[in-house]
């Protein structure tokens, strides 16, 4: 059984960092494409940030990119979302996400992924 396992959200002011974690079990982990998504409230999933299997592709949004960054440590089962200078309207509930097919190429379609974490919130203050 796969699991997904997103921690490190919280409270920030506008300005600051955070750094989201997503603990993955169940599946050959470094085989997998992971992303990561958000949803804030009243509105639709979007796409955040994506990394290939071996971390050596990555795609973002472009209303997050040269601010966060994905990387992932393989032999830790987990993938992580660096996120600075944050904004008001960074706030949303982010999960993390691993893709369905192998040694795959990052993507960021939502049905490209079978599993998902529960998500943590993030909240940035103005």
């Known amino acids: 059984q796969v699991q997904l396992v997103e921690s490190g959200g919280g409270l920030v002011q506008a300005g600051g960092s955070l750094r989201l974690s997503c603990a993955a079990s169940?599946?050959?982990?470094?085989?997998?494409?992971m992303g990561w998504f958000r949803q804030a409230p009243g509105k639709e999933r979007d796409f955040v940030a994506a990394?290939?299997?071996?971390?050596?592709?990555?795609y973002y949004a472009d209303s997050v990119k040269g601010r966060f960054t994905i990387s992932r440590d393989n032999a830790k089962n987990t993938v992580y979302l660096q996120m600075d200078s944050l904004k008001p309207e960074d706030t949303a509930v982010y999960y993390c996400?691993?893709?369905?097919?192998?040694?795959?190429?990052?993507?960021?379609?939502?049905?490209?992924?079978?599993?998902w974490g529960q998500g943590t919130q993030v909240t940035v203050s103005s």
């Open positions: 169940g599946r050959t982990f470094s085989r997998y494409a």
């Open positions: 990394s290939s299997w071996s971390g050596g592709m990555t």
């Open positions: 996400a691993t893709d369905r097919r192998r040694y795959s190429a990052p993507s960021f379609a939502e049905d490209a992924y079978d599993y």
